[in-house]
């Protein structure tokens, strides 16, 4: 069973950067498919980015692609979100999810792993 940690959070303007880090233990972290998601007050968890296994393919929401890149190291046992030109609307808490398994997922009840989050918080 894995355990998840997200960092990396925090306070920036409009246009600016943040990476999140997600470290994964207990687990052979090239086992999980992972993905991103967020939720803001108020607001359902919504998907934002989920990467496979190996790294080789990724998929994005229409929101954040192109500011976005998800990436993973294996040897690390880490995941990654590089988030640019941040937008107000990119507030929310982010959290990292996995699942075992070869394919990717965008609805939240289709990981079975999660962090605890981390708040990112955008003012204009």
């Known amino acids: 069973q894995v355990q998840l940690v997200e960092s990396g959070g925090g306070l920036v303007q409009a246009g600016g950067s943040l990476r999140l880090s997600c470290a994964a233990s207990?687990?052979?972290?090239?086992?999980?498919?992972m993905g991103w998601f967020r939720q803001a007050p108020g607001k359902e968890r919504e998907f934002v980015a989920t990467i496979s296994r190996t790294g080789g393919t990724t998929l994005y929401a229409d929101s954040v692609k192109g500011r976005f890149t998800i990436s993973r190291d294996n040897a690390k046992n880490t995941m990654y979100l590089q988030m640019n030109s941040l937008k107000p609307e990119d507030t929310a808490v982010y959290y990292c999810?996995?699942?075992?398994?070869?394919?990717?997922?965008?609805?939240?009840?289709?990981?079975?792993?999660w962090g605890q989050g981390t708040q990112v918080t955008v003012s204009s």
């Open positions: 207990g687990g052979t972290f090239s086992s999980y498919g």
């Open positions: 999810a996995a699942r075992i398994s070869y394919n990717l997922y965008r609805r939240p009840n289709e990981y079975n792993y």
